[in-house]
């Protein structure tokens, strides 16, 4: 194993006790007055921070590891940049058919007053359905497609 495979070996196997250590504290200290219990929201707290931490290096590693591909290989790097071209045009359709009508519901005139819902908000709520829905029908699409193209490559 090479030098960088041990250092990331380690790092995990410490990734994993803590996470391990965080867990068992947290549930050695459920009990029956778990709604009043002051040190069991303490180790909540402490579960989610570490969690977003776990998150954030996760995205980190991903982010770092894609650009060192995309540097390292072409042909990845054009690949990548026509993928990220691709979605930037369904976001930009999906801004265009998105409405910025404040939809009415029960309880939305609280959101309203306190200023949480504006048209923006509903427009870019609209944009991310719109996006979401359209990536979903490509994936189904591109499903049934490679379902479809293996019985003719046979």
């Known amino acids: 194993m090479s030098k960088t495979g041990k250092i990331v070996t380690i790092l995990l196997w410490v990734l994993i006790i803590i996470s391990a250590v965080l867990v068992i504290s947290l549930m ?6 778990y709604k009043t219990n002051a040190t069991l929201a303490g180790w909540i707290n402490s579960n989610l921070i ?7 290096f996760g995205a980190g590693v991903a ?3 894609s650009l060192l591909h995309m540097i390292t290989d072409k042909k990845a790097a054009k690949n990548g940049l026509i993928v990220l071209v691709i979605f930037a045009v ?7 058919f998105a409405s910025d009508q404040i939809p009415r519901f029960l309880g939305v ?10 048209a923006r908000v509903s427009k870019l709520i609209d944009t991310g359905l719109y996006v979401t829905y359209i990536l979903l029908g490509l994936a189904i699409i591109s499903i049934a497609f490679s ?3 293996r019985l003719f490559n046979k």
């Open 50 to 56: 570490w969690s977003y931490i776990l998150v954030a």
């Open 28 to 33: 050695a200290n459920v009990g029956e007055d």
């Open 90 to 96: 369904i976001v930009g359709i999906s801004y265009a």
């Open 147 to 149: 379902s479809v193209s």
């Open 109 to 118: 005139d609280k959101f309203i007053e306190n200023g949480t819902l504006t």
């Open 63 to 65: 982010i770092v590891s």
